[in-house]
């Protein structure tokens, strides 16, 4: 039989476990609650690179060799500057060939311009100036021609005149006969329009120079074109990032020749997983630790979302899909160099601890909730 003083300390015992017990439960339960209670910052990490404002190609238009080089990697240049000249001595001589063709046909246009001007004055040829009067003296010459032959042929009967004098008027008298001929034949042709025939074969004569100057014009054009088009020119002030024609000697059409960085600001590409992108919104903080500044040493840099790209891209020794996000940031003075790579850090906003332990959000949360109140409520009608 246990003496009252064992009792004594086991009752204690008993009563300092459940006090234990109730403490721990206690602590387990405002441990729980907290879960819920204390936000935490919700932040996604990615990798990615410091990248100019308004990154620039400039594309080749003309296959040449490369044949002055004015700026190197790295140049501050203003917009208009020449960085490279390609070779154009086969545009040159296109130019001059196609130039030299056009103001001949210029001389030529005018020429025809000339001729229909005084054909609009005097459509018809010299021959055909007088074929009312001709014909009129042919009728009377025919006339006269036959009323001689006809006394001819008669004196010739009698024997009156010689063999030779009635040849000679009966061949006078074709002549006349032909003569009219000619004459009604012209008479017919000037009333028939003949003139504004002339006068449109005249215009259409220009149409057609005209024609072949808008071709030549064209050819000079393009030529000139080309000429233009062997200056690689840079299209905004900025600096020279990768020359690819410096290496080659040789510039492709559509082919990247030169990149530049132009711009004031410089932004950040930050490369984040599919699977959290949805969280990332335009204008959230961004905390920036540089490749080029040691985080340790200077810090984390500061910027802010500005855009989510719709297309994701692969990124090498990634499984899984990565999209771009464009964030603006601030160098706080630094030189930060294009190209470098950078980690981001995107703060999507505050979350209570167990939301991130279970790697949803809010938002999610409120998603889930709608989406089994949808399933739950019956369907209308019923």
């Known amino acids: 039989?246990?003496?009252?003083?064992?009792?004594?300390?086991?009752?204690?015992?008993?009563?300092?476990?459940?006090?234990?017990?109730?403490?721990?439960?206690?602590?387990?339960?405002?441990?729980?609650?907290?879960?819920?209670?204390?936000?935490?910052?919700?932040?996604?990490?990615?990798?990615?690179?410091?990248?100019?404002?308004?990154?620039?190609?400039?594309?080749?238009?003309?296959?040449?060799?490369?044949?002055?080089?004015?700026?190197?990697?790295?140049?501050?240049?203003?917009?208009?500057?020449?960085?490279?000249?390609?070779?154009?001595?086969?545009?040159?001589?296109?130019?001059?060939?196609?130039?030299?063709?056009?103001?001949?046909?210029?001389?030529?246009?005018?020429?025809?311009?000339?001729?229909?001007?005084?054909?609009?004055?005097?459509?018809?040829?010299?021959?055909?100036?007088?074929?009312?009067?001709?014909?009129?003296e042919c009728k009377e010459k025919a006339a006269?021609?036959?009323?001689?032959?006809?006394?001819y042929v008669r004196l010739y009967k009698i024997n009156a005149i010689s063999q030779k004098d009635f040849e000679s008027t009966k061949i006078e008298n074709i002549q006349a006969l032909a003569d009219l001929s000619r004459a009604l034949e012209n008479q017919s042709k000037v009333k028939s329009g003949l003139g504004e025939k002339y006068i449109e074969k005249a215009q259409r004569d220009i149409d057609l120079v005209q024609a072949k100057l808008d071709g030549r014009k064209a050819a000079r054009d393009l030529a000139a074109k080309h000429i233009a088009e062997c200056k690689i020119v840079a299209p905004a002030s900025g600096r020279i990032v990768n020359m690819p024609c410096k290496y080659t000697m040789y510039v492709e059409k559509g082919k990247v020749a030169v990149k530049m960085a132009t711009g004031a600001m410089l932004k950040g590409l930050a490369y984040v997983d599919e699977a959290v992108v949805r969280k990332v919104r335009q204008g959230q903080d961004v905390r920036i630790s540089s490749g080029v500044f040691n985080r340790f040493e200077f810090g984390n840099f500061y910027g802010k979302v500005e855009r989510i790209r719709d297309v994701p891209e692969e990124v090498k020794d990634s499984a899984s899909l990565k999209y771009p996000v464009e964030i603006i940031v601030d160098p706080e003075g630094r030189t930060l160099k294009l190209g470098s790579s950078a980690q981001f850090a995107i703060v999507t906003g505050h979350e209570p601890v167990i939301y991130s332990l279970l790697g949803i959000s809010k938002e999610d949360f409120k998603n889930r909730r709608e989406r089994a109140s949808l399933k739950q409520s019956p369907p209308a009608g019923r």
């Open 144 to 151: 006269m021609s036959s009323d001689r032959l006809e006394r």
């Open 1 to 136: 039989m246990a003496s009252p003083g064992n009792k004594s300390r086991l009752n204690w015992k008993i009563r300092i476990f459940v006090v234990f017990g109730f403490i721990i439960a206690f602590m387990i339960v405002c441990g729980v609650v907290s879960l819920f209670l204390i936000e935490i910052e919700d932040v996604i990490y990615a990798d990615g690179k410091i990248m100019p404002e308004l990154p620039s190609d400039i594309v080749g238009h003309v296959d040449g060799r490369v044949v002055k080089l004015n700026c190197q990697e790295g140049d501050d240049v203003k917009q208009g500057d020449v960085i490279a000249v390609i070779d154009s001595i086969q545009y040159e001589e296109e130019y001059v060939s196609s130039n030299s063709a056009f103001k001949e046909l210029e001389a030529e246009r005018e020429v025809k311009k000339a001729e229909l001007a005084a054909l609009e004055r005097n459509p018809l040829p010299k021959e055909f100036w007088y074929a009312e009067t001709n014909l009129n």
